[in-house]
């Protein structure tokens, strides 16, 4: 189990970028949901649902190699950054160029500044720590992305 939670954990190796793997980790994420777009059109409500699918496995593979490497948050450990970025997604009002480049830029944005309450997540138990900040970066992403939209800037 734990070469699994490893995997999922490091978003199939991204985690080992040995620069900005969270960078790496949302570019990954990017990347998959591009594909899954793509090839099957699904929208942006399917990111939301997306998301929700992985949170509970992101929780445990993230949990499972903290606990493993002894620190509170491996940066090896950037599942947490698909989660967030696939919720920061689901608020696209459509899907171009602009809206993929907004959405990595905002979640990267709120991801590092990690405002009000998203600062305080970090200190809940073990895996679900490492996941929630991420979690309400990406749903502070989704509202500017809904407004954005919403306005028709992208």
């Known amino acids: 189990m734990t070469a699994l939670a490893r995997i999922i954990a490091t978003w199939f190796g991204a985690g080992y970028t040995p620069k900005a793997p969270g960078t790496a980790g949302s570019l990954a ?6 594909v899954v777009h793509h090839y099957t059109g699904v929208q942006w409500g399917s990111f939301a649902y ?9 929780v445990w593979s993230a949990h499972v190699v903290a606990r493993g490497s002894g620190l509170e948050d491996p940066q090896i450990v950037v599942v947490d950054e698909v989660v967030g970025q696939w919720l920061t997604l689901a608020g696209a009002a459509t899907l171009n160029w602009k809206s993929w480049l907004a959405a990595f830029m ?3 944005l709120f991801d590092m500044w990690k405002p009000f309450p998203i600062r305080g997540m970090e200190r809940l138990p073990g895996g679900l720590g490492i996941v929630a900040d991420d979690a309400m970066a990406g749903v502070y992403g989704a509202l500017v992305m809904f407004a954005a939209g919403w306005f028709n800037l992208y």
């Open 29 to 34: 994420a990017l990347a998959v949901a591009w």
């Open 50 to 58: 997306m998301a929700m699918l992985l949170f509970p496995l992101a």
């Open 106 to 108: 905002l979640f990267r």
